[in-house]
Every structure is written in structure tokens, then in C-alpha cells.
């Protein structure tokens, strides 16, 4: 007998069934085989939030949860982080190889040739009113440009594919910038195809009167990092959410589009800007240790910590508390440092956390940077969507290319009535 199966007896039944493990992994669709009578669907494995369901094979991403490893197509993130710059990381995710010099030139030639965008997203930006949430405007604009770019739905071709991924990594600043521009009630900036990536991002946002706007170097590395760090992080829920409607062949603006209302949560994408906000709540040190017992209570949650698969500790969050100190030096301290530091230093302590392995995620920090930068709160998903464009499209592209995808159709577990007759409005009690 091979020892990659695993041996099932059904108690129902008494029978045994042998399926195959590869990979880790039984195939769920093996366990139909288990059934009362030939008229039954079969076993089902019911697994609400995917807690232990691979959705699909991928050659990203590699993420180790109890030991705090990310790795993007091998490379750790720590090492990408200091010698890496963001679009080449891009590339890496998406190509799957470190480009080479003559590559590298091409791709950042490509992505500064397709910043701009079409003058009627000035207009639909324009609609928006002067408080709206950034985010909406980005999540309309970007499946906007769906109609802008009608050959987008010819997903199967490749060059019409790549195009697309180049145009999405290129507008989505720009449609970033416009939607903080007019939150401020500033003109627009076009793109500035002088500078790099996160310093052109810095100049439609911040730009005034000045004939040339010239980035701050550290504030520019800054930038570039944490979008390295958010450019991927395998089957997360947004991710999950391009995938899912990507399987149903839907162009890659609108999935985006999709994948960005799914990031905009506060338990994804949104708790940065939740973790400011919770920050200035406290307000002091000498708070902290009443808001942890409010939290104990289970009257709500330390925002910016726990990780569904890290739990030990996440090396981004790591990366980005140093940056935090970088930053601090051009911008002058943010004074909730301070009360970050203690409430982390407070909970890696506390039984609570530790048994339940909470540790400070990407975003604990990652907030406190973006307000130093003068960047409002609103703003912070915005800033995440931009470097996880990549991500989203990598893996968008990987699906397309994988013969075992089809579209994503979930089964349920039904605990609803069992078939009735319609009752009569007089008829019912
Ligand atoms: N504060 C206090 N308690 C927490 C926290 C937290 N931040 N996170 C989890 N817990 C507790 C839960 O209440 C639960 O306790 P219990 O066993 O007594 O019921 C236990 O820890 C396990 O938590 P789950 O909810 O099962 O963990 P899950 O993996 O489903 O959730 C999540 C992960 C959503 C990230 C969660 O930790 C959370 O809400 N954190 C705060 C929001 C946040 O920072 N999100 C950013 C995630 S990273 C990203 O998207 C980039």
C-alpha cells in the first residue's frame, strides 16, 4: 500500500476508502466517494472561512505562519526590502524571476508610458462628493477603466493580458493620487515620468505650485518599501475575492475593482486606518492598561494585531517598525509611537495574547508611518491597493493559466426548511 494515502472508514457505512495525499493535500472531491447510497452527493468537508482549505496550487507566494517567513517566488521579504525596489519586486512576483538590466529598463520604460489617465476619470473623481471615502473613488474608477479598455475581456490573450497588468500597475497611483487631490480640494497632478515609481506617487499627491517637484529620498525609500511589503500575501481574503472573479472570466478591472472593496475591510485592508484611529483613542500611556482589559472583555479588539496565518510573529510588521524610525527623522516623531510601542510591549506579555499568539501585523505600524507622511487616514487602504495591484494580478494570471481552475462555486451545508407548500396570505399565522 503507498503511505501518501490516507485510510478513511466510514462508521455509517463500514466502509474503507484510500486517498491519495499529494502535495500535503486530499483532494476534497475524493471524499464524495463516501456516500450512504448511490443517490447521495457524497461527504462533504465544511470549512466556513477556508481555515484549512487550499483553494488552489500557487508558485508565489510563500508564507510559513509559525515561523514568520514570507518569501515572494523564494526570495525572503527581508532581503527584498533592503535591496530590492518595487517594481522590480513587481516583476519578480509576476514573472517569476529577478529581471536583468536590460529587462528591468523595459518594464519600468512600460509601466512610465501607461500612468496617465483617460481625462474622463478627472470627471467621475469630480462627481464624487468633497468628503467622500478615497476608497470609493478608487473602487469605481478602477472598474471604470473597464469601459475605457474594452479589449480588457480578451483575458486568453496574452499580449492583450499583459497589457492590462502594465496599465493597472501604472494608473493605479494616478487614480490614488486624484482621489486624496480631491478629498483636498487641489488640482490634479499629471504623472512625472522623471521620477520612480513611489517618488511620481509623492508628486501627484503633494505637488503645488513648484515647476518640479522633488521627492524626499528617505521618504521615497520609505514609500517603496512598505509597497515591496504589500505586494503579495498569497490567498488573503482580497486575493481570494480576484480569484473568485476571475474564475468567472470577468476582465481584470472589474475583479480589481472587486478585490479592492474586499481589502477595504477593517479586518483586511482597513485596519491600519483602524489602528490610528484606536491609537488616538487611548490617547496616553498611562491609558493603556484599561483599554487592554476592555479588549480582554472582549469589548473590542487590539486593531493591528493577530494574523490568521501568522503566529509567531510577522516579519513585515518588523521591517516596517524600523522604517517607522527612518521616517521620524525627515518628519519628526509621530507621538503615538509612543503608545504603540507600549502596547506592544504591554500584550507580548499578556497571557491573553500569548496564548492566543497575537503579535503585531503589518499594520500596527505601518498607519503610524502614513500619518508622519502627512497622508490622512482615509487614505491608508488606498496606500495598500496600490503595491497589491501586483499581487492581485499575479495572481489573477496564474488562475487563467491553471488547467485545474474553473469558476469558484462553493457547496453548503443547507439548514434550511424542507420543501413546502406556498401557504396563502389568509392561510398564515
Ligand atoms: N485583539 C484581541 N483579540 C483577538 C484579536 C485582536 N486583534 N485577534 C484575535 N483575537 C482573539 C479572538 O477573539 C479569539 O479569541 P477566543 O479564542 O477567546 O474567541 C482568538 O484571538 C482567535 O482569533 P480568531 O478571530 O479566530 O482569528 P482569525 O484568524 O479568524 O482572525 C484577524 C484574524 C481577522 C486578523 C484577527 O486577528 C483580527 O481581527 N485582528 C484585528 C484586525 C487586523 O489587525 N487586521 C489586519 C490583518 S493583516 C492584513 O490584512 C494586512
Not at 72 to 86: D, V
Request: hydrophobic share 40%; net charge negative.
Amino acid at each position: 500500500m503507498s503511505t501518501d494515502t490516507l485510510t478513511i472508514t466510514d462508521n455509517r457505512t463500514g466502509k474503507s476508502y484510500e486517498i491519495p495525499i499529494s502535495d500535503g493535500a486530499i483532494r476534497a472531491s475524493d471524499l464524495r466517494q463516501l456516500k450512504l447510497d448511490p443517490q447521495d452527493y457524497g461527504l462533504m468537508s465544511y470549512d466556513p472561512a477556508f481555515t484549512n482549505t487550499a483553494s488552489t496550487k500557487s508558485a508565489i507566494t510563500y508564507l510559513d505562519g509559525d515561523n514568520g517567513k514570507l518569501l515572494y517566488r523564494g526570495y525572503p521579504i527581508e532581503q527584498l526590502a533592503e535591496h530590492s525596489n518595487f517594481l522590480e519586486t513587481a516583476y519578480l512576483v509576476l514573472f517569476g524571476e529577478l529581471p536583468t538590466a536590460a529587462q528591468l529598463a523595459a518594464w519600468q520604460h512600460e509601466i512610465i508610458t501607461h500612468t496617465m489617465v483617460h481625462e474622463n476619470i478627472k470627471h467621475l473623481v469630480d462627481a464624487f462628493r468633497h468628503d467622500a471615502h478615497p476608497m470609493g473613488m478608487f473602487i469605481s474608477a478602477v472598474a471604470a477603466l473597464s469601459s475605457f479598455h474594452p479589449e480588457s475581456s480578451q483575458i486568453f490573450d496574452p499580449e492583450v493580458r499583459l497589457l492590462q497588468i502594465k496599465r493597472l500597475i501604472a494608473k493605479v497611483p494616478t487614480i490614488a493620487a486624484y482621489s486624496y487631490r480631491h478629498i483636498m480640494g487641489f488640482p490634479y497632478n499629471y504623472p512625472d515620468n522623471d521620477l520612480s515609481y513611489a517618488g511620481n506617487f509623492l508628486q501627484m499627491m503633494f505637488k503645488m505650485t513648484e515647476q518640479k517637484y522633488k521627492p524626499d529620498p528617505v521618504l521615497e525609500r520609505a514609500l517603496d518599501v512598505l509597497f515591496i511589503l504589500h505586494a503579495d500575501h498569497e490567498q488573503n481574503c482580497s486575493t481570494n475575492t480576484m480569484r473568485a472573479i476571475g474564475s468567472a472570466h470577468a476582465d481584470p478591472y472589474v475583479a480589481l475593482a472587486g478585490a479592492a472593496a474586499a481589502l477595504y475591510g477593517p479586518l483586511h485592508g482597513g485596519a491600519n486606518e483602524a489602528v490610528v484611529h484606536m491609537l488616538a483613542k487611548i490617547g496616553s500611556i498611562a491609558n493603556i492598561p484599561a483599554f487592554m482589559e476592555s479588549v480582554k472583555r472582549g469589548e473590542g479588539k487590539l486593531m493591528g494585531f493577530g494574523h490568521r496565518v501568522y503566529k509567531n510573529f510577522d516579519p513585515r510588521g518588523k521591517i516596517v517598525k524600523q522604517l517607522a524610525y527612518d521616517v521620524f527623522e525627515v518628519t519628526g516623531r509621530n507621538p503615538l509611537i509612543d503608545i504603540a510601542v507600549e502596547l506592544e510591549r504591554i500584550a507580548l506579555e499578556d497571557e491573553y495574547f500569548i496564548s492566543r499568539k497575537l503579535y503585531p501585523n503589518v499594520d500596527f505600524y505601518s498607519g503610524i508611518i502614513y500619518q508622519a507622511m502627512n497622508l490622512p487616514t482615509q487614505m491608508f487602504p488606498v496606500l495598500f491597493a496600490i503595491p497589491r495591484t501586483v499581487g492581485w494580478l499575479a495572481q489573477w494570471a496564474e488562475l487563467l493559466n491553471d488547467p485545474e481552475q474553473k469558476i469558484a462555486r462553493p457547496r453548503q451545508v443547507y439548514t434550511g426548511s424542507p420543501a413546502r407548500d406556498y401557504t396563502a396570505i389568509e392561510g398564515r399565522k
